[in-house]
Each structure stands twice: as structure tokens, then as C-alpha cells.
């Protein structure tokens, strides 16, 4: 299945026998004990990929205006002829900031920002002040470069550390009793960053959370390569133009994306990734869903398996662009 704009390497790959669900592997997956899961492995060059987020069901704004009656005596003569009381309930809507935006009648955008976040901008300036005129040899002394010491400076091994702490601690405010919060804390803080994430993070997990009961644990073993090889492989044999055609991980940031949203009753770990053509003439996104339910969440309820989006390189033909879109659904398909 070529196209005469397309290099890519054609391949077979044969489907399995049995099919067995989505959800099914997971869970089979999901069981096994955290040792035996690449978790302490991923974790650390995964953590900063991951959002995590608490669900609030939004609340519309209620606006109620009232008008005194005209009954009312005027006793005093600077008093308007009539008097609107407003009065305005919100609630907040998410976790995530948001800038307010409302439109305006020239049918602009004015985006409304406290006088806080206008201090905060302003106290980030840029430490190198350059003078208004290069020109002016006298005003050399104000262009100053200031670094910061190198004492304060962060070690790639100290940010990655901390990258990883502040993933462990914010699923643990959001799922754990605040004894527990308090003692995985205390544990993880007391540690320096660890030369070998493999060895030290076990015995840290051991210290402050049982595998069977912490919700953060369980959270964690759907957070690492294995459970991506899932969505990859049923991708592939599911999509007939995929069996055919190969594609390859985009690196990079982009290249995979880890959500997980805090519901009332549920939880759901979103795993987006990005692939691309051998020749890069197109890259596409798809998305593994992950829902975690019950009260100890030891439940995998749901799990679904989409792509949600495809991109053309600019010199890809049009007979191309036709010929892929209509095998991936314009990066719009429900795969599984």
C-alpha cells in the first residue's frame, strides 16, 4: 500500500489468534506486583510529563439584578434616579489556571489580570540590562549580567529529583489521608537525588506506602513503558493501513503525554502518544484511556483506544494526503 510520495518500509503483521479486551490485558498487567513493573525505571524520565488534575463539575455564573420600588423617598440630592443592585455568585470551575477573558464590543478580546499577577510579571525581568543607547561608551556600567552563584545552581540529577517528589506528592494530597501525605514527605525529603532510581525508590515506597492499599502506587504501575506496548500492538494489528505501513516514536516532549484526572468516583490515566511516517510526511496521535473506579481504585473499569489526530508534511502530495486520511479517519478514529 504505497503512494508514489511515500518511502515508508511495508511490513506484515498478523493478528493473534485469540483477541483478548483492552481493558483485559490491562488489568492482568495492572495485578502484577510493583516489582515486577518498570516503574521505578520510567518513573523518572516520565515525571515530567505528567499533569495531574482534579475534576470539579463547573458551576454557572448566576447574576441577579434588583431595582429598589419608586416608593423609596429621596432625602438626599446627589442620589441617582435609580439604584441597580447586582449581585454575583461563581464557583470555581477547575484546578487548572485560567486567564479570564471576555469579549468585548469591537468584538476584542481583553484579557483581565490582577494587579498581583502584573507585579509578579514585572519582578521576572530579564537580569541582562542593556542601555538605551549602544552608542554611549559612559553608560557602559549599566549593562550588568547577573549570575546567579553557583551553589544555587541546580544539578540535572537535583531537578529531576525534585520533578519526581512533586508527582509523588501531589497523587498523594489528592488521594491519601494527611498522616499518610505527611510521612511520604518526610521519607522522600530526607533522601538526596538518587544515582540509581531502580534501587533507592523501592525501599523509599516501602518506608511510606503498603502496595496494597496506597492509591498512589496504583495510580503509578499504569504509568510506564508496558502499558504502552499494549495500546501500541493493538494499534497496529487493529488498523489495517498500520499493519502495512511502519511508523516510529516521535522523541521529544511531545512525543508522549501522561494525563491524570481525579474524578468524584474515578479515575483516568490518559496516555497520549505521537507517531510518525519512516519519511515524515505525516505524523498522527493516538490516545490509550485508562479508568481506574471502586473505592481503593483496584478496578479497571474502562479502557479505549483512539486516534485523535493527523498532521501532513507541507510536501506531501495531494493523492497522499487523500489516501492516509482516509485509512485514519482524518486522525479521528475509535480504534478499539
Not at 491519601?176 to 525501599?203: C, M, R, V, W
Not at 479497571?300 to 508534511?313: E, G, M, N
Request: proline share 4%.
Amino acid at each position: 500500500m504505497k503512494s508514489n510520495n511515500s518511502t515508508a518500509t511495508t511490513y506484515t503483521l498478523k493478528k493473534p489468534a485469540i483477541e483478548i479486551p483492552l481493558d483485559e490485558q490491562i488489568n492482568k498487567l495492572f495485578q502484577k506486583p510493583l516489582q515486577r513493573l518498570p516503574v521505578f525505571k520510567d518513573l523518572p524520565r516520565l515525571a515530567g510529563r505528567i499533569i495531574i488534575e482534579k475534576y470539579t463539575p463547573q458551576v454557572a455564573t448566576n447574576t441577579i439584578t434588583s431595582e429598589p420600588s419608586s416608593s423609596s423617598s429621596s432625602s438626599s440630592s446627589s442620589s441617582s434616579s435609580t439604584t441597580t443592585t447586582t449581585t454575583t455568585t461563581t464557583t470555581a470551575a477547575t484546578t487548572t489556571e485560567t486567564t479570564e477573558n471576555i469579549q468585548s464590543s469591537d468584538n476584542t478580546i481583553t484579557s483581565i489580570e490582577s494587579v498581583d499577577t502584573n507585579k509578579k510579571r514585572k519582578s521576572k525581568a530579564l537580569s541582562l540590562k542593556l542601555s538605551k543607547d549602544f552608542g554611549e561608551l559612559g553608560k557602559d556600567n549599566e549593562d550588568k549580567l547577573e549570575l546567579e552563584p553557583l551553589e544555587s545552581q541546580e544539578t540535572n540529577e537535583n531537578k529531576v529529583w525534585k520533578t519526581v517528589k512533586s508527582v509523588i506528592f501531589k497523587l498523594s494530597e489528592l488521594y491519601e489521608n494527611e498522616e499518610t501525605q505527611n510521612k511520604i514527605k518526610s521519607t522522600f525529603n530526607s533522601e538526596k537525588a538518587p544515582s540509581d532510581y531502580q534501587l533507592s525508590l523501592p525501599q523509599l515506597f516501602n518506608e511510606c506506602m503498603e502496595e496494597k492499599t496506597s492509591k498512589v502506587i496504583k495510580i503509578l504501575k499504569l504509568i510506564h513503558q508496558n502499558i504502552i506496548y499494549i495500546g501500541c500492538y493493538e494499534l497496529k494489528i487493529n488498523v489495517p493501513y498500520l499493519m502495512v505501513n511502519l511508523t516510529k516514536d516521535v522523541r521529544g516532549p511531545e512525543g508522549w503525554r501522561i494525563n491524570v484526572f481525579k474524578g468524584k468516583d474515578i479515575t483516568t490515566v490518559i496516555h497520549t502518544r505521537r507517531e510518525e511516517a519512516m519519511d515524515k510526511k505525516f505524523y498522527f496521535e493516538w490516545q490509550l484511556h485508562i479508568t481506574l473506579s471502586g473505592k481503593d481504585l483496584d478496578e479497571i473499569s474502562f479502557a479505549s483506544l483512539k486516534i485523535i489526530d493527523l498532521v501532513f508534511d507541507p510536501s506531501a502530495s495531494l493523492q497522499f494526503k487523500q489516501e492516509v486520511s482516509r485509512s485514519l479517519c482524518n486522525g479521528n478514529l475509535f480504534v478499539m
